[in-house]
Nanobody
Framework: QVQLVESGGGLVQAGGSLRLSCAASGSIFSINNMGWYRQAPGKQRELVADITSGGSTNYADSVKGRFTISRDNAKNTVYLQMNSLKPEDTAVYYC??????????????WGQGTQVTVSS
């Protein structure tokens, strides 16, 4: 059984920083792409950033230059460093990973989400 568990969310003032972590655990053979998504109240879930197993990254225009995604393949963990936070970054942040378990095929897995609140 595969699980993704996020941590690092919280309340921060505008201009501040937070670092989110997402650790994958269970019977994992391989992890392909990993990414961060967010969903604000009343809005659709949107991609924030993603990263391939080789380290290639992709960012939403709204976070370019402020957020940095990285991963530690040895720890099956992906990170999101968020700087210069704005109130509009307030959302529940979800981790998503394309994972191959020892038994089965590649599937997309979601974490449970972590709340990020940026006060003005």
């Amino acid at each position: 059984q595969v699980q993704l568990v996020e941590s690092g969310g919280g309340l921060v003032q505008a201009g501040g920083s937070l670092r989110l972590s997402c650790a994958a655990s269970g019977s994992i053979f391989s992890i392909n792409n990993m990414g961060w998504y967010r969903q604000a109240p009343g809005k659709q879930r949107e991609l924030v950033a993603d990263i391939t197993s080789g380290g290639s990254t992709n960012y939403a225009d709204s976070v370019k230059g402020r957020f940095t995604i990285s991963r530690d393949n040895a720890k099956n963990t992906v990170y999101l460093q968020m700087n210069s936070l704005k109130p509009e970054d307030t959302a529940v942040y979800y981790c998503k990973g394309r994972i191959l378990p020892y038994s089965g095929s590649f599937l997309w897995y979601w974490g449970q989400g972590t709340q990020v609140t940026v006060s003005s």
